[in-house]
């Protein structure tokens, strides 16, 4: 009896796909995951426009509608991975995701490409509130970079995402981890204060995370102004250093829960 074959590049990128849009499906049907995605930021950009409003600075309507939907698209990021491999673990399927024949590492990163996509509704959200009642202008200035900077972002912040996904297949309890993980991201990207506000010592910090370099692109690439060119790339750079990072993070985990059988214990 021959083994059956194993799935090329093509048929991973398959499944990744075909994963991708099922999670993205299921995450809709939950509650908290909506409220992440649009109640959140919507309140985030809300109270943020009402304190810049009355400045009319095209410029800083732009970075709190930037900000606040990367403020969505991050949390529904980590509480998908955090919650998607809980919710694998309690349903009795993460065993038989890790040994099917596309690697563990398509579906952890299937959860978390679905939960970055979210972000593109949080971002369209945040910036429909500015453009209906802070007379925002709705279409960017450089709508091309634009769009691809969010395609980065997305991209980006999936795999900073799969990156934090390696602790959650350790871990039973990934809920704390996301709940410690959530705030701090959001202060060293400058999502909630400039990174100039930080200590100097947390500066080198901010400049590794790709989230810092996404806010900064999609803020120019609104506005008009500054260099969104190399922001994409940085923020594509330190995207694919996460990637890379966590695949041989993930590799090692891998390897340790199958030859000791205690995925389903830990």
């Known amino acids: 009896?021959?083994?059956?074959?194993?799935?090329?590049?093509?048929?991973?990128?398959?499944?990744?796909?075909?994963?991708?849009?099922?999670q993205l499906r299921l995450l809709l049907q939950y509650k908290f995951y909506v409220v992440a995605v649009f109640v959140q930021p919507l309140a985030f950009a809300l109270i943020q426009f009402v304190m810049v409003g009355h400045r009319q600075e095209t410029s800083a309507l732009a970075a709190v509608s930037v900000q606040t939907g990367l403020i969505g698209m991050w949390t529904a990021t980590l509480f998908g991975s955090g919650g998607g491999l809980s919710r694998?673990?309690?349903?009795?399927?993460?065993?038989?995701?890790?040994?099917?024949?596309?690697?563990?590492a398509v579906g952890i990163l299937a959860i978390n490409l679905a939960t970055a996509v979210m972000g593109i509704i949080s971002m369209a959200v945040t910036l429909a509130l500015g453009a209906v009642f802070f007379d925002m202008p709705f279409v960017p200035r450089r709508p091309a970079l634009f769009a691809a900077a969010l395609v980065v972002a997305v991209l980006a912040n999936a795999c900073l995402g799969f990156l934090m996904s390696n602790a959650f297949v350790l871990?039973?309890?990934?809920?704390?981890?996301?709940?410690?993980l959530e705030y701090p991201v959001w202060v060293l990207t400058g999502l909630m204060v400039p990174v100039s506000f930080l200590?100097?010592?947390?500066?080198?910090?901010?400049?590794?995370?790709?989230?810092?370099?996404?806010?900064?692109?999609?803020?120019?690439?609104?506005?008009?102004?500054?260099?969104?060119?190399t922001e994409i790339l940085w923020c594509a750079v330190t995207g694919a250093?996460?990637?890379?990072?966590?695949?041989?993070?993930?590799?090692?985990?891998?390897?340790?829960?199958?030859?000791?059988?205690?995925?389903?214990l830990v």
């Open 1 to 22: 009896m021959t083994a059956p074959a194993t799935p090329g590049a093509a048929g991973h990128l398959r499944a990744l796909l075909v994963c991708s849009a099922f």
């Open 88 to 104: 694998e673990r309690r349903f009795g399927t993460l065993e038989p995701v890790a040994v099917t024949p596309s690697p563990l």
């Open 171 to 180: 871990y039973r309890n990934a809920l704390v981890l996301t709940n410690l």
């Open 199 to 229: 200590p100097q010592w947390c500066r080198p910090f901010s400049e590794v995370l790709s989230m810092t370099w996404a806010a900064r692109a999609l803020n120019h690439s609104m506005t008009g102004e500054g260099a969104p060119v």
């Open 241 to 264: 250093a996460c990637l890379l990072v966590a695949l041989l993070f993930l590799r090692t985990v891998h390897d340790a829960v199958r030859r000791r059988a205690t995925l389903s």
